[in-house]
């Protein structure tokens, strides 16, 4: 397949933030974040039937299926031996640290105050990059983006009665193996198409993967029900897969730190479906934190980055 070196094309130069390109990129990242939004709350409705270390493992087998598919069908060349290790480190924080962490988080926590994880997620993942790829965001962009932060954590800190809970540990790890992870795929995404970044870390774990999912559902109770299956699908499907393609292409297409800022929004979103799909309740602080945080964002993406 010789989509490889075309692919590469439309992101090797500075793309202008009133480009139609970097229209597309910033609408793929927000694309992403609409999807990631979606599982906790998928991700509790998983736990209704599955055990946390069941729903992890079947969910890595069946999105690495997915992805697998999509590349032998489209007969897509093994990536360069150079790619593995970073192929590795979105492996290790994407497709396996970053859910199991947060699923164990989830069976003793609400969704509610593991958002704080993704609210924080943002800033890491920019720090990171910043060390990782070189990038140098200006002050302006800085000042907003820990503003954000700052708004996102107080906000979910509240909501969950400011208490720090053994799952904190586990939300603490997920926040960063998950931006290690986002850091290395973007970086990667800038030579190889987006879903391919996801696609070869999910086929990666697949010969651990199948193994843990036989083990795990051997010794861990399961009961297929509507939320389980449901929840299952979409964290396999949505959040595991589909998500991560259009969030590696908008990263590659906007840049790092401007699309991580778009994660400011995603603990509101997780909210939003907590009360829809989990009952849950917000407080009357969330119209105005949300309010604040899409200020932040609409700074973060005019500051030059």
């Not at 000042?143 to 979910?156: E, K, R, S």
């Amino acid at each position: 397949m010789k989509t490889q070196s075309s692919a590469t094309a439309p992101i090797s130069i500075a793309v202008s933030t009133s480009s139609p390109a970097h229209g597309l990129g910033t609408l793929q990242a927000a694309l992403g974040v609409v999807a990631f939004s979606l599982t906790f709350p998928a991700t509790a409705w998983g736990l209704e039937g599955f055990g946390p270390w069941s729903l992890v493992s079947v969910r890595s087998v069946l999105a690495a299926l997915i992805a697998g598919g999509c590349l032998l069908a489209l007969r897509v060349p093994v990536p360069a031996r150079r790619h593995w290790a970073g192929l590795a480190v979105v492996a290790a924080g994407v497709v396996v640290g970053f859910p199991l962490l947060t699923t164990l988080a989830l069976q003793t926590s609400t969704t509610s105050h593991a958002a704080v994880v993704v609210g924080l997620l943002p800033l890491t993942t920019a720090l990171l990059s910043a060390l990782r790829v070189g990038t140098r965001p200006s002050r302006t962009f800085w000042t907003a983006a820990l503003a954000g932060a700052a708004a996102v954590v107080a906000f979910t800190v509240q909501q969950s009665g400011g208490a720090l809970t053994t799952a904190d540990l586990y939300l603490f790890g997920a926040l960063l193996v998950c931006a290690a992870g986002y850091t290395e795929g973007g970086r990667l995404a800038r030579v190889m198409p987006g879903w391919q970044v996801i696609g070869w870390a999910l086929v990666l774990c697949l010969p651990i993967g199948v193994p843990a999912a036989a083990l795990a559902v051997a010794y861990e109770p399961v009961q297929l029900t509507a939320h389980s299956v449901a929840g299952l699908l979409w964290v396999a499907a949505g959040s595991q897969f589909l998500g991560l393609v259009v969030w590696y292409r908008g990263m590659a297409a906007i840049g790092i730190p401007k699309a991580s800022q778009l994660q400011l929004a995603q603990p509101l979103l997780t909210l939003v479906w907590s009360v829809l799909l989990l009952g849950e309740h917000l407080t009357p602080a969330a119209p105005l934190t949300a309010a604040a945080v899409l200020v932040c964002i609409a700074v973060t993406q005019r500051a030059r980055g």
